[in-house]
């Protein structure tokens, strides 16, 4: 089991930074790619970032590329968001998430296929 809690949220006006925490417990997150979704009432949940194992790889939504940078630190525990520029459109709930599947980008950036959750931070970007 991996409990997994954010934080970071907030308001910001657009053009503005914010930088998102994911910070685990209980099982070691070494063995699980991680990732960050995002999601605004009455839609669905969508993929923003995913991080192999080690750190080594990435990948990202074509929304957030070149504006938003996952990281992770296995001896910490904990993944980041570090979001820059900022847009009206990245207002959301943001949700950190723990994979089982190796490197695959196709399958992590797909929900269904993350085992673990957190409760999610806001965040609201103002024009």
């Known amino acids: 089991q991996v409990q997994l809690v954010e934080s970071g949220g907030g308001l910001v006006q657009a053009g503005g930074s914010l930088r998102l925490s994911c910070a685990a417990s209980g099982r070691s997150i070494s063995i699980y790619s991680m990732g960050w979704f995002r999601q605004v009432p009455g839609k669905e949940r969508d993929f923003v970032a995913t991080i192999s194992w080690g750190g080594k790889s990435t990948y990202y939504a074509d929304s957030v590329k070149g504006r938003f940078t996952i990281s992770r630190d296995n001896a910490k525990s904990t993944v980041t968001l570090q979001m820059n520029s900022l847009k009206p459109e990245d207002t959301a709930v943001y949700y950190c998430?723990?994979?089982?599947?190796?490197?695959?980008?196709?399958?992590?950036?797909?929900?269904?296929?993350?085992?673990?959750w957190g409760q999610g931070t806001q965040v609201t970007v103002s024009a």
């Open positions: 998430a723990a994979s089982p599947w190796g490197w695959n980008t196709a399958y992590l950036s797909d929900g269904k296929n993350y085992n673990y």
